[in-house]
T-cell receptor, first 113, second 114 residues
Framework: DTAVSQTPKYLVTQMGNDKSIKCEQNLGHDTMYWYKQDSKKFLKIMFSYNNKELIINETVPNRFSPKSPDKAHLNLHINSLELGDSAVYFC????????????FGPGTRLTVL | AQTVTQSQPEMSVQEAETVTLSCTYDTSESDYYLFWYKQPPSRQMILVIRQEAYKQQNATENRFSVNFQKAAKSFSLKISDSQLGDAAMYFCAYRDTGTYKYIFGTGTRLKVLA
């Protein structure tokens, strides 16, 4: 069983398009995250939701909008895609306690042409 | 603001040998948690080991162990008996009790030579 799944795994699109990445976790966790990993492998947090409430919102262009319909899902919608948005986007989840690890999805490689 | 620094962009180790990856962090908090994650070429991030700051004993998981020096704010990862499957990017991460946020270092690419 896949703990944290993301769709799609690969996404190739043209500049200016709007796209969404979906994330689902079946671990019963209450917190979910979106990270962006650039070409130099730097992992930067973008957003986090706890029990469907936005709790972390880093300095991210407002073209990026997360949506959490329920605790098990956290989707990322990106408007007006730019070349610089090309990266691998990771979804992750964790459960409450601060000692608890994050479980990561397989990543979505987004390529903007 | 908390920061995590991994000063070694790349390391190499011979198979069966031991290697140590460095991580330092900066925080004014006294209670926090530290993690090492592994990212193999498959991209999947996997937890390797974790340490609670209030525990003086260094964490150990099979061939993986840490050297946690709280006063020096240092959290290095030692991999013993290195295997080809250990080749990956390794990320050090920090989380304190006041936030849901994990802060990651820039990563160290480990190559294992046969």
């Amino acid at each position: 069983d896949t703990a944290v799944s993301q769709t799609p795994k690969y996404l190739v699109t043209q500049m200016g398009n709007d796209k969404s990445i979906k994330c689902e976790q079946n671990l019963g966790h209450d917190t979910m995250y979106w990270y962006k990993q650039d070409s130099k492998k730097f992992l930067k947090i973008m957003f986090s939701y706890n029990n469907k409430e936005l709790i972390i919102n880093e300095t991210v262009p407002n073209r990026f909008s997360p949506k959490s319909p329920d605790k098990a899902h956290l989707n990322l919608h990106i408007n007006s895609l730019e070349l610089g948005d090309s990266a691998v986007y990771f979804c992750a989840s964790s459960q409450g306690g601060f000692y608890n690890e994050q479980f990561f999805g397989p990543g979505t490689r987004l390529t903007v042409l | 603001a908390q920061t995590v620094t991994q000063s070694q962009p790349e390391m190499s180790v011979q198979e069966a040998e031991t290697v140590t990856l460095s991580c330092t962090y900066d925080t004014s908090e006294s209670d926090y948690y530290l993690f090492w994650y592994k990212q193999p070429p498959s991209r999947q991030m996997i937890l390797v080991i974790r340490q609670e700051a209030y525990k003086q004993q260094n964490a150990t998981e099979n061939r993986f162990s840490v050297n946690f020096q709280k006063a020096a704010k240092s959290f290095s990862l030692k991999i013993s008996d290195s295997q080809l499957g250990d080749a990956a990017m390794y990320f050090c991460a920090y989380r304190d009790t006041g936030t849901y946020k994990y802060i990651f270092g820039t990563g160290t690419r480990l190559k294992v030579l046969a």
